[in-house]
């Protein structure tokens, strides 16, 4: 499988963004899709995860009530909808692809090759 993001771009504070992540081929029920982020300088962290089965969602806690991910299924696509945003968002957004429910970058074998969101002030 692999992972295509796109949708980033530069934006102002209080704004909105959705990025897309389509990934080729089948997606299996038992993976889980997620989006981490990078800031310059700074290790990757979790943004947020949906299960492909259920749909089951979890969110750092920096971006809860902002953001929402969501999925779409007959086209294999995950998205990230983001509202709201912050200075602090700034960062090369990628998704991921795992077996299991995770918060942890190493629990992801599979990485797109990440989109820029810059939001300035």
């Known amino acids: 499988v692999q992972l295509q993001a796109s949708g980033g771009g530069l934006l102002q504070e209080g704004g909105s963004l959705t990025l897309s992540c389509a990934a080729s081929g089948r997606i299996y029920s038992s993976w889980t899709m997620a989006w981490f982020r990078q800031a310059p300088g700074k290790e990757r962290e979790f943004v947020a995860y949906?299960?492909?089965?259920?749909?089951?969602?979890d969110y750092a806690d920096s971006v809860k009530g902002r953001f929402t991910i969501s999925k779409d299924s007959a086209k294999n696509t995950v998205y990230l909808q983001m509202n709201s945003v912050k200075v602090e968002d700034t960062a090369v957004y990628y998704c991921?692809?795992?077996?299991?429910?995770?918060?942890?970058?190493?629990?992801?074998?599979?990485w797109g090759q990440g989109t820029l969101v810059t939001v300035s002030s």
């Open positions: 949906i299960t492909w089965s259920f749909g089951r969602t």
């Open positions: 991921g692809r795992g077996v299991q429910r995770s918060r942890v970058v190493g629990d992801y074998g599979y």
